[in-house]
């Protein structure tokens, strides 16, 4: 089986770090990858204001001809070690999938490989970012009304981008489909998460489509666990449903993290 990562962040972010490609790439030959994808946070639909404080959540619009061709001489360069993909994190952003989907009919072709992930929620008349803080996750729950309806939200959001028409560009990988969970130990799931979640891999399997195994979560404080969690992972197993590992890596000694671990959570 292909050693891949793919799901790796790059210097366009404006809130990873300023770590060139070439030591992402280093670090993916390093730990003895086959082949990696890029997937920076594509530029937000337009007319969608970024509700972040720093609005630094995805990269800028205008860099992304360069972010493109930067990819092509990198894959060039390092083509006898090893694959690159070109991809992008995809926000789904309720209310926007028609300015979601000119973005990708416009700019689609130039990807190999992408993922569709889900962090903004809306509440009220304002959209919140879900992973920010914690002290925004509190903040949509108390907008919400319980964590239980931030749950049903989430999921049903969730459920929503899977079901999108976005063109024949849509990416077809959920990313990080247990996000809700990233402060589980601040805020523990409430107990009809487990079915929610489990009407995402309905919509999942219906499509067809394959799952961000994603190891970000296990580096964060106030979560611990991968995304899917594990008990979905191996509901999804069960089921059939493909996993794409992705590290989330936004500095690149984080490519591959836990990658040695991930049989260990099939289990
Ligand atoms: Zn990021
Ligand atoms: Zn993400």
Known sequence: MLKRDA?????????????PLEAYVEEAIKKGFDCITFTEHAPLPEGFKDPVPQKDSSMDLDKLESYFHELNTLKKSYASDLAIYTGLEVDFIRGYEQETKDFLDRYGSNLDDSILSLHFLKADDSYICLDYSEESFQQLIHLKGSIHALYESYTNDLIASIQAELGPHKPTRIGHMTLARKF?????APKE?????ETVLDAVENKGYTLDLNTAGLRKLK???TYPNQSL???????GIPFVYGSDAHVAKDVGAHYDDIHTFLK
């Open 193 to 197: 998460a487990e079915a929610l979640f």
């Open 7 to 19: 799901h790796i962040h790059t210097p366009y972010c404006p809130h990873g770090s300023q770590d």
């Open 233 to 239: 992972l191996q509901k999804a197993y069960q089921r």
């Open 223 to 225: 979560c611990h666990e």
């Open 184 to 188: 589980q130990e601040a805020f523990p």
